[in-house]
Each structure stands twice: as C-alpha cells, then as structure tokens.
C-alpha cells in the first residue's frame, strides 16, 4: 500500500501526555509564548507545566472547591501573574518571579497524601475577591489601559485597570462586573424579568478598540446576548464616588436562542466580529456581535430574537470548553464523549477529531498560533536560517540548545485538552 494512503488513514496521535492530576481537568491555559501550560483540577490544584521539558515548575492547592478558569500574564520583568477561579467563591491573582520557580513545590497533586495538601510553598497571593461560582459559570477578564482602551501585558508594562465578568451572586441570571486592584464590584447586569433564561452558565467580557466595553452571555434555557456600554472607561470612572453616582448603562444589543439545551460555553473571536457558543445539545452556532452603534432593546418592552450567523448541528451532544485559536481561523471543543474535535471559524465544518482519552473531555486551549514558523519562509528569513545553521555547527554550548528548544516549543501550534481521567494531551495541528 501507498506510504501516504497508509499516513491519511492513520489517526491522529497526541505528541506528549502530561500525567500528575488526581481528578479531573476542568481549565487549561497556555502563556509566556508558549513556554508554559497551565492546568486546574476538580480538587482545586493548579499546577504550571514547562513546555519545554514537559515537567511541573510549580504545584500548589488554590482552591478548597473545583477549578473553574485559569489564566496566566507575563507582566514584564521576568513576573508572572496567574488569575484562578474556584467553586469556593473566591477569584484569586498570584505572582510568581522568574526565581521563584526553584523553590516552589513542584510535587503533583497525584503524589500528595491528604494530610499535606495544604501546600506552603505556593505563590505570592495578591488578591482574593469573593465571587459567586453556584452556577458553574466561570469568570471572564479584559485589561483597560488610563485611557479606556484595551491593554493586555506587553511584556514591559501592565495595564492598570483589569475587569472581571462573573454571576452574581443573589440573581443566577445576572452579571457582575469587579474591577483590580479596588476589589469592588463596579457594576451588575441584572436579568430580564421578561424572560426566564435560568442561570448565567458563561460569559465573555472584552473592550473594544474605541473602548466600548461588551459583554457576551449565556444561560441555561439555551439563550444568548450581547450587552454593550457606550464610551471608553477612564481611570476616574473606576473612582467608587464616580461609580456610585454614575452607574455604568447597558444596552442589550442582541438575543437569541438557537440552543435548546443549557449553553456550556462561548468564546470571542480575535476580531471581535463573532463569537461562537456550544451546548448541551449538539448544536455549534457563530453569532454576530453588533456595533455599538446600534439600538439597544428595552427590556420592559419585550425583545426581538435575532438571528445567528450559521448554525452547525455536528450531531455530537456535550460540546464544552470552546475555544478559539488566536489567529481566529480554528476552534476546538472538547467532548463528554472523550473526542476533541476541531472547527473551521470560517465554514463551521469539522476539520479533525482527535481521541486518545477515554474518558469524557471538559477543558481545551490553543497555544498562541502568531508564534508558529512560517511554512513559506521569505529569502531572508531563509538567509537567516542558513546562517543559524552554521553558527550552531561552531556552538555547541548549552545556551545554544536551549534557545533551539525554546524556539522549537514556541513554533508549535500547540493544542492541549484535559479529561475526566486527569490527564492532558498535547498535539500539534494545523
């Protein structure tokens, strides 16, 4: 038989399995340029994975209750800022240094007797909001620079102004807004009375480059909106005299309710023109996300449903975890039925599915696809490469080895899901 029939039939494999989690993996980050993974486990462990020699740098308990959402910040000069949701209401941000990673605990939960769970060595703990985590709903954050504008960690400088979206606390239905480094609540999204939507079961908060700050929600009976507040927020904004005496105002600029079982994820698109939702149900849908510029609905008047922008039934119920890739041309979902399947953003048809769990999958995460190599390098890239080459034919230091590794790692179109079984694959697609 033909070599590359032979290879277009073999199934897809993962390139590494991370082992080390006692319980499932319910949240999955990659960072720092694709040298770090980071992972949060129904016990409520975290652990930070190095990509390059496929070991923990550091383990610790951050949570009493499962791990909702993960995310990790380079913040310049070698700091990292880790941002951990837990089902024990609280939302914490740790720092760690470069040099902290040799001394931090890097024993996995998997070999940590109960009697020592609580680790001493864990990071630096900046902040600890209480936050409402009954609905399952994990937190979505943006960075806003003095000016109102969208600011993510450039690796020099921090923003200073980070928002979260979370559920509130005593409506299922609404959102609350929090904002660093007061700690305060700062505004609330409350329900519809009109419309029985359920609990809050995601939401996506992000600024957009006029600094209108917008809000994608989900919820239990299948529906989905769009909220949107006019106008850039200022540092001064965030003054609690200011916010006290002039509340931020929403408008409800789309609803729809294509899904008819509870929404279980959803995730913005890099040019923030769509955002896609999965479902209990078998349903994957791409919504538009409208300018601001648009009327916003009245709630005490009713609503109009809109339409979604395409529909796409994979006839696989139990999709979560959605995520898009940074060059927003993928999206991956990780299945209860243990397959990772893998989207086109544009066409919304399945491109792969990748299994190697057997059991249900709950979390996935692209790596940063801007990073990867280019497959049609230019004459002076080439150039470049040749004299690389060369140049490592002379230096066989240690130093040259680990910057090929590190370049190796960080050209990887790295995608890592987690399981049920507590593992986490890695592949390298597309």
């Known amino acids: ?107 996995l939960p998997v070999l940590v007797v109960e009697a020592e769970q609580e680790c001493k060595t864990q990071p630096w703990l900046l902040h600890s909001l209480p936050v409402n985590a009954l609905n399952f709903c994990a937190f979505s954050m943006a960075f806003v620079n003095s000016d109102g504008l969208p600011g993510l960690p450039d690796h020099t400088t921090k923003p200073e102004t980070t928002l979260f979206a979370v559920p509130n606390a005593m409506d299922s239905g609404g959102v609350d807004i929090f904002h660093l480094p007061s700690e305060r609540r ?14 809050l079961m995601a939401v ?19 529906h989905v909106m769009v909220y949107c507040h006019r106008g850039a927020l200022k540092s001064a904004v965030f003054e609690r005299e200011n916010i006290i005496n002039n509340p931020l105002k929403w408008e409800r600029l789309y609803v729809c309710r294509p899904h008819t079982q509870p929404v279980l994820s959803i995730d913005v698109a890099p040019s923030l023109a769509y955002f896609i939702s999965s479902s209990a149900d078998a349903l994957v849908i ?44 993928l999206f991956a979902t990780a299945g209860w039925d243990s397959r990772i399947r893998v989207y086109s953003s544009k066409t919304m048809k399945e491109l792969a599915v990748l299994k190697w769990h057997k059991d249900g999958c709950y979390a996935v995460t692209f790596g940063d696809a801007s990073l990867g190599s280019s497959s049609n390098p230019g004459p002076d890239i080439q150039n470049e490469k040749k004299e690389s080459v060369a140049a490592e034919q002379r230096d066989y230091s240690l130093a040259t080895v680990h910057q090929q590794r590190n370049l190796k790692v960080q050209q990887t179109h790295w995608l890592a899901a987690g399981s049920k079984d507590g593992k986490i694959s890695l592949w390298d697609i597309y």
């Open 286 to 329: 791409k919504h538009p996300i409208p300018s601001a510029s648009s009327p916003g609905y009245i709630p005490t008047a009713g609503y109009k449903e809109e339409s979604p922008l395409k529909i796409a039934n994979t006839r696989h119920s139990g999709q979560q975890g959605l995520r898009i890739r940074s060059d927003g041309k």
């Open 186 to 199: 700062i505004s609330t999204i409350p329900s519809d009375v009109s419309i029985k939507t359920g609990m």
């Open 1 to 107: 038989m033909d070599t590359k029939a032979i290879q277009a039939q073999s199934p897809a494999a993962p390139i590494y399995i991370l082992r080390g989690h006692g319980s499932a993996i319910h949240a999955l980050n990659i960072y720092n340029q694709n040298l770090r993974l980071i992972s949060g486990d129904a016990n409520g462990w975290i652990v930070i994975w190095d990509l390059i020699t496929k070991r923990p740098v550091a383990a610790w308990k951050a949570h009493a209750g499962a791990v909702l959402e993960v995310k990790g910040f380079n913040i310049g000069s070698g700091v990292t800022e880790i941002y951990t949701h837990g089902r024990d209401h609280k939302l914490c941000v740790w720092k760690i240094r470069a040099e902290d990673e040799s001394f931090l605990s890097k024993t």
């Open 204 to 222: 996506n908060l992000f600024v957009t480059a006029s600094g209108d700050l917008y809000v994608a929600s989900a919820y239990e009976d299948g």
